[in-house]
């Protein structure tokens, strides 16, 4: 048999739907995704059907629930006053999408989109919305809200930390899904710092979450500098593979980093950049790599107010 039928033929026959008191518009979008299962191939009814289970349950689910709306083709806009995303209503200077990542966390097989809002919350402590896809695009159903204050995530939610200023996604080794990094560059003053969630077959989770920053260490070594009050560390992120393995690195910005000078005379902000890279438990720390412009393969000189690193691209 061949799927040959409008998506809307198929709702406005709405008689059954009708009876059970089903709003007619959902099935246009229960009738897409089943059409999306199917690819529309001809299917021969001597042979089994060729449909992924999970993604008709979803559509299910979703009916169920209430989520599915329709015209799913249409452009989206998210904000934080649309239905299903966390976190409350928008305020003055939340700065929703301030940053963006995209990568598939997990529960699907499409890329997920994460948003940066730096200014949300009180004092501006900051949060990362994650909006994540179906076969037909992105969708506000079961949307999280991460912030340092979300169970289990490790730092503490401080008044103008700006968790969510920077954003960078890859699969950093630690499963078969991408990983978030989220810059914070204002934690603990301006020391900054940058969390790690990791992805899983559920999307991003809290389980074995970590907080990077200079100074820190943990059983596979320190990293690499010396924490400053006017770092700014995770001000701005970055991740691809560089090289040392299979999985991508990640190049973190410290543009306040302050560095001796001649007669022991400070220089600063004259910026620098912390590079982690991947392995096959996540970001390892035994290796890391410093740069700034007097770094001896540079061969460069570091000025006061360089701020090297402030922006990074791959």
Excluded at 121 to 132: H, L, N, R, W
Aim: aromatic fraction near 8%; glycine fraction near 14%; include cysteine.
């Amino acid at each position: 048999m061949v799927v040959d039928r409008d998506v809307h033929e198929l709702a406005a026959d709405g008689q059954p739907t009708a009876a059970l008191g089903i709003d007619p518009s959902v099935v246009v979008v229960l009738a897409q995704a089943i059409a999306d299962a199917l690819a529309g191939a001809a299917l021969d009814p001597a042979e089994p059907l060729d449909v992924d289970v999970h993604e008709l349950a979803r559509a299910c689910a979703l009916v169920a629930d209430g989520w599915l709306e329709p015209e799913p083709a249409e452009p989206a806009q998210f904000d934080q006053d649309g239905r299903g995303i966390p976190g409350g209503m928008a305020e003055p200077d939340d700065h929703f999408g301030w940053a963006l990542a995209a990568a598939d966390f997990g529960r699907d097989k499409h890329a997920d989109l994460a948003v940066g809002v730096p200014g949300d919350g009180p004092g501006a402590t900051g949060s990362v919305v994650i909006i994540y896809s179906l076969s037909y695009g992105l969708r506000r159903y079961r949307a999280q809200r991460w912030s340092q204050g979300s169970a289990g995530i490790v730092g503490t939610r401080e008044r103008n930390d700006q968790f969510g200023y920077a954003l960078a996604a890859a699969d950093f080794g630690k499963g078969a899904r991408a990983d978030l990094a989220i810059g914070v560059p204002l934690d603990r003053g301006l020391v900054g710092g940058v969390n790690l969630l990791f992805g899983s077959s559920k999307g991003l989770s809290a389980i074995g979450n970590g907080f990077v920053w200079q100074d820190g260490s943990s059983f596979q070594g320190d990293v690499e500098g010396d924490s400053e009050s006017t770092d700014e560390f995770g001000r701005a992120l970055t991740a691809a593979n560089f090289g040392k393995g299979p999985v991508a690195d990640l190049a973190i910005g410290v543009p306040g980093e302050s560095k001796e000078g001649f007669f022991q005379r400070t220089k600063l902000a004259v910026g620098a950049v912390n590079v982690l890279y991947g392995d096959g438990y996540g970001l390892r720390w035994s290796d890391d790599q410093f740069w700034w412009q007097a770094s001896d393969s540079l061969h460069d000189s570091a000025e006061v107010f360089d701020q090297f690193g402030s922006v990074l691209a791959h």
